[in-house]
Each structure stands twice: as structure tokens, then as C-alpha cells.
């Protein structure tokens, strides 16, 4: 790894970063600010999130801030209505951010659209009346199948601005899981594309619509509503499918907005429980926008002249955070890209920085490997001096990576914001400010208005250095309303420590209250930055006709973070259908990949005549894990 650190200069996790007195004089939040917001929040807890909640625009206010008679069910704003989409679209056609632009948009060719908040604005209503003509109301589920174009924030504003609930399936998923998930809501309409292009090739995204739709129940995607993007050929099945560019021509481009109770639904996003099993997160049209806008202005100091560039794809919660409504929400511009992040090389990401004038680059920690694997010399040869701010997020940075990022993508000038959130918190946790000192590898402190610990299993607060879990004390307006149709997995989330959120993670707080995460403290890998349950993995595993029985464990990766390993036991039938053990592999391999998609990434297969097991059954995965340690079989 090329470093340049002065011989005998302290381990970079031992250093200390002081923002520029720039950065410190034009922040939206300035020292003596920050000390207040953590003054308020302490003595008053809602009312610092009131104070946030009114900076947004609300059609009634709220009876009370907060409502936690019913613990561990919380509603934040009740009374309250809004909808996100008139703070984050419908407001801007009314002042000077009209005309600004809202989506810059890439394609992998270099191919490029922009959409200014007015043309956007247009576009989502059109859209808008095309889904009330097809049906759609106010809390029924919208599924979005879609790859990283502009549709795809049209989707999502349309779907929200009718009152609709939009469940994304991540455009990596495979077609077994699209179609749980469109079952599972219970999904009239489809929204997807006939395919996009990435690392040079065109996904044929339609297609695994056609074969996930195959067996889904009869009564869901009744009408799937197809983006052309590439002009590929796919098969349209009448009546079922419709061009979106065919429904949108007769539609107008003014459509009301529907007006939403504060904690009615916005959208659903899957992601791994922390069992492991696929769970549908529910997020709020009230408190979730008031997460998203107050931490994006805040923790990102967004301003007037930022082009704001996220690298997640709008399908995972951040991009629907911080690559679609907090910057809608704020009037930002955004910046989205189609394709792979090394095509046609590894400049790709620099060159995008410097072709729109990029401030603010929020990447994963895979990401920011990859680059830097691949040498200082491609930001180099880039104009990126326009760049501000640096953010990460999903996995740990470590204080090596960090140390790269600092000082070939900013220079040693830009903060780098290690922000540590989920899909269930919605909105950014425990973060550095722009003007807080940083600490290369720590993800900084809880936010104003935040309340985590790092606790043992009894819920008593370790001392400072010491690894616990990562808790969450207090309810925050960003949350997790539930998760769709199942109470008690949702209450599990605060049963494990009684009285806290349980995050899942493990982490130690030094004696400055900085947080550094460790890793997950459950049976959920993190595959660059990408939560997977190993029940999952495992459970396909097993829908393989030559496996009996199988368990995941993850194996670190210094690109990936993470990547698993399966303990598989075959059923006695397999010699005959293979060569030898590697060809049993590599078809395991390919299986997972088909039943899950491409992000669940298998590494290696050993192949066993039993597994490790408890009395009652549970699969014994640290057994396992020491093992692998150990670099060989115990048992
Ligand atoms: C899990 C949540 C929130 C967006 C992306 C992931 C890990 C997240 C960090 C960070 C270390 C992190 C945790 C967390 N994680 N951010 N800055 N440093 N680990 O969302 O799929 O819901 O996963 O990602 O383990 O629990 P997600």
C-alpha cells in the first residue's frame, strides 16, 4: 500500500485532524452551534427535534413532538401532515431554486441528462397521474425494479407524491428474491427498466422481471411499467407491460400531491434482519424527512453552490437518504452515475468529480479500496480541487483507507465524515461534524440529538476502550416505523438489552467519546457494505439438489471488507454429477449467485460430513470461525 508517512510519525489511528479554519468559519454549523444543539438535545430532547422539524414546510403541525407512550412503538410528529414530496420537489417550483439543477445524470458511455427542479417536477407528476391512472393510491405498494437513471428518483418521488409506498429491490438482487419482495407487498404495479449498462455490458434487466414475475402470486405486478433505456430487445407481455414513455405522453404535468399523516408509510426497503432473514423496513413520510433534511444540511453543510455526488445506487437507503431526498430536500444538486466505478478505468470516479465540479463525495469503504489499490495516480491526473467534503459509509473505513482518502482524493483538505447509520435508522447516527476534529478509523460521536452506548450484554455501559454492543437509547425521527407485517421482529430490535435499540454492531468508545466500529456483532455480513444474512445464503445454499445441509461464516477481504465462506454438506449423490470437489464448488458458487444475485459473494467451499451444531440445533458459526483462525479443521 503506497504510504508516505514521515519514519516514526504515531499510527494514523493515533493522530488528530483539525478542519481547515475555513472550513470552521463557513460551516452551517459552527463550534459554539454544535455546543448548543448538544446542550438542547440533552435538556430537551424533542424539542431539539422540533426545532428541526420546522425548518421544513407542513400542512398541519404536529399535537406533540413525540409520542412514546407505547414503547417500543414510537410516532414522531403525531397530527402532523406533510408529504415529503412537497418538501423535497412541489416547494422549489415556488422560489429561486426552481431552475437549479436537481439530478445531474451520467450514463456509463458518458452520456448525459440534467434535470433542473422544475423539469423534474414535471416529469414526477406526469408519472404521478400515470400511476393514479393505473390504480395506484395512497398506501398501496409500488415495486421499483430499476438500475441508477433518472427514472428511478421519478419513481420514487411519484410513487411518494400519490401517497403510494415505494419497496425498491436493488437492481442486484436476483429474480427469486424480486419476487418475495414484490409477494410480500402485495405489489400492483412494477417499475423497472428494459436494462442498463455496467463494466461494459448491458444488463438485460427485463428479462429477470420476466422470470421473477413467472411464479409471483396473481394478484401482484398486475401492469410492470418499462423505462427504455438501452432499446434492447426484450419481450413485452401484453397486456401486463407498458412503455413509461408511452403512459407519461398523455399525461399533465401538474398532479396534486396527496397529503399524508405524519406517520404514514413512505416507503419499504428490504434488508437482512438481524436473524438473517430478509425483512421489509418501514420508513415515514414525517419523521423520516425531518432525519434526512436536518442531518444532510447539518452533517454534510450543504450549500446553495454544492454538487453533491453519491456513489450508492438510489436502491439502497443511501441513496433513497442521501442521494435522493436529503439533497432533494435541501435544494441540492445530485449527481448520479450508471455505471461501474473503475469503467473504462480507474479514473472513472475522478473524472465524474471533475467533469460537474463535484463538492462532496460520499463512498463505501469498498469503494475507497478499490481506488486505492489501483494507485494515487488516477485522482491525480484529475482536476478534483473542487472537492470539500468526503464522506463513507457502510462498513469500517479503518485508519488505512482513511488515510488515503484524506490524502489523495482531498488533498489534506477536505474532512472525511465517517458516518455510521442503517437502513432501519434511516438517517446518519454517529458522525463527525465538518468542524470536528477527526481521528483516522473512528466514525466520531453520536449526533446531536442521538443517545448511543456501547454497553455489555446486561445493558451496563462499558468503560472507555473497551469493545461492546452498539446501542441506541433514545427514539430519533429518522427510525424505523416498523417492519411490514411482523410486530415481534420489530420489538426484537429492542428486546435483546431491554429499554435500547439494539444495532448490531460492535464497537469500543474512546475516553473523547469517539466511536470506532468493529464489525457486526450477529450473524449478518457485510459484503462491501452490502448487509447479507447468513441464513440467507445458507437457505440457498440448501435449495441446491446436491446440498443437505450448510452454514456461512464471512472471511475477511481487503477489498470487499467481507466475503463468506460456506460449510456445506453434500448429499451423498454429488461425485457422480461432478468431476471433483473443485466443479461442485464452482457450480455452488453460481447458485447462490442465481438465487441471490451478484452481491452475495462465495469465496471458498469446504465441504463437510457434519456440521457443528448446539443441542437445540442453532449452528455453532463461532466453532466454525475459529477454525478458519486456526486455518485449519479443529473437529
Ligand atoms: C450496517 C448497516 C447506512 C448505509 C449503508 C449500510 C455497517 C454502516 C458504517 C460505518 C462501520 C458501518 C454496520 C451497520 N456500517 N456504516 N461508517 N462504519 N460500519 O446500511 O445495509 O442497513 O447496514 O452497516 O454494521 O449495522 P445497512
Known amino acids: 500500500m503506497p504510504t508516505t508517512e514521515t519514519p516514526g510519525a504515531p499510527p494514523a489511528e493515533e493522530r488528530v485532524f483539525r478542519p481547515a479554519p475555513s472550513t470552521v468559519i463557513e460551516a452551517n454549523v459552527k463550534p459554539a452551534e454544535l455546543v448548543e444543539a448538544y446542550r438542547l438535545a440533552a435538556a430537551d430532547h424533542p424539542g431539539y427535534w422540533e426545532q428541526a422539524a420546522l ?50 445524470w451520467e450514463g456509463e458511455a458518458g452520456d448525459c441528462r440534467k434535470f433542473t427542479y422544475f423539469e423534474l417536477y414535471r416529469e414526477v407528476n406526469r408519472l404521478a397521474g400515470a400511476l393514479r391512472a393505473l390504480g395506484v393510491g395512497r398506501g398501496d405498494r409500488v415495486c421499483l425494479y430499476m ?15 400519490i401517497g403510494a409506498v415505494h419497496v425498491f429491490v436493488f437492481a442486484g438482487y436476483a429474480a427469486k428474491f424480486l419476487r418475495e419482495r414484490v409477494n410480500e407487498a402485495g405489489a400492483k404495479v412494477l417499475v423497472t427498466a428494459d436494462g442498463f449498462y455496467r463494466g461494459g455490458k448491458l444488463i438485460n434487466l427485463k428479462a429477470v422481471v420476466d422470470e421473477g414475475l413467472a411464479d409471483a402470486r396473481p394478484d401482484v405486478a398486475e401492469t410492470v411499467v418499462v423505462v427504455r433505456r438501452t432499446g434492447g430487445d426484450i419481450d413485452m407481455q401484453e397486456p401486463r407491460d407498458l412503455y413509461y414513455h408511452d403512459l407519461l405522453r398523455q399525461e399533465s404535468p401538474e398532479a396534486a400531491t396527496e397529503i399524508m399523516e405524519a406517520g404514514e408509510p413512505l416507503f419499504w426497503l428490504p434488508t437482512s434482519g438481524t436473524t438473517g432473514k430478509p425483512k421489509s423496513v418501514v420508513h415515514s413520510h414525517g419523521g423520516y424527512m425531518v432525519g434526512a ?104 473505513l479503518g485508519p488505512d483507507a482513511w488515510m488515503w482518502l484524506y490524502k489523495h482524493i482531498g488533498r489534506s483538505n477536505c474532512p472525511v465524515l465517517d458516518t455510521w447509520w442503517q437502513t432501519e435508522t434511516g438517517m446518519a447516527m454517529l458522525s463527525p461534524m465538518p468542524i470536528s476534529l477527526l481521528k483516522p478509523g473512528s466514525v466520531g460521536k453520536a449526533l446531536p440529538g442521538v443517545a448511543a452506548d456501547v454497553v455489555d450484554e446486561d445493558g451496563r455501559p462499558v468503560p472507555p476502550g473497551q469493545s461492546g454492543f452498539l446501542v441506541l437509547g433514545k427514539p430519533w425521527p429518522g427510525m424505523l416505523t416498523g417492519l411490514a407485517g411482523d410486530d415481534a421482529a420489530y420489538a426484537a430490535y429492542w428486546e435483546k438489552i431491554p429499554g435500547v435499540y439494539f444495532a448490531g454492531d460492535l464497537a469500543r468508545r474512546d475516553e473523547d467519546g469517539y466511536f470506532w466500529i468493529q464489525g457486526r456483532a450477529d450473524d449478518v455480513l457485510n459484503i462491501a457494505g452490502h448487509r447479507i444474512g447468513t441464513a440467507e445464503v445458507e437457505a440457498a445454499l440448501c435449495s441446491h439438489r446436491f446440498v443437505a445441509d450448510a452454514a456461512v461464516i464471512g472471511l475477511p477481504d481487503k477489498i470487499k471488507g467481507e466475503v463468506a465462506k460456506a460449510f456445506v454438506v453434500p448429499s451423498p449423490q454429488w461425485q457422480e454429477a461432478y468431476a471433483d470437489a473443485d466443479a461442485f464448488a464452482s457450480d455452488l458458487r453460481a447458485h447462490v449467485r442465481r438465487e441471490l444475485g451478484p452481491i452475495v459473494i462465495v469465496r471458498a467451499v469446504a465441504l463437510r460430513e457434519s456440521l457443528p451444531r448446539t443441542h437445540s440445533g442453532k449452528i455453532l458459526r463461532r466453532v466454525l470461525r475459529e477454525e478458519e483462525e486456526a486455518g485449519g479443521k479443529l473437529f
Open 147 to 161: 438500475p441508477p437513471i433518472p427514472e428511478t428518483v421519478v419513481a420514487m418521488l411519484a410513487t411518494a407524491k
Open 293 to 396: 433534511h436536518h442531518t444532510f444540511r447539518t452533517v454534510f453543510d450543504i450549500k446553495p453552490t454544492d454538487i453533491h455526488f453519491c456513489t450508492a445506487d438510489p436502491g439502497w437507503i443511501t441513496g433513497h437518504t442521501y442521494g435522493v431526498y436529503g439533497p432533494l430536500l435541501t435544494g441540492a444538486t445530485v449527481i448520479l452515475y450508471e455505471g461501474h466505478p473503475l469503467y473504462p478505468q480507474a479514473d472513472r470516479l475522478p473524472a465524474i468529480i471533475e467533469r460537474y465540479g463535484a463538492t462532496i463525495f460520499y463512498a463505501t469503504p469498498t469503494l475507497i479500496r478499490m481506488l486505492m489499490r489501483y494507485g494515487p495516480q488516477y485522482p491525480k491526473n484529475r482536476d478534483i480541487s473542487t472537492l470539500r467534503l468526503l464522506g463513507s459509509v457502510g462498513e469500517p
Open 55 to 104: 425548518e421544513l414546510e407542513w400542512h398541519r403541525k404536529w399535537d406533540a413532538v413525540l409520542d412514546d407512550s407505547r414503547p417500543p412503538v414510537y410516532r414522531w410528529f403525531p397530527g402532523a401532515r406533510t408529504n415529503i414530496v412537497h418538501n423535497a420537489l412541489d416547494r422549489h417550483v415556488h422560489i429561486w431554486t426552481k431552475n437549479k439543477l436537481a439530478l445531474i
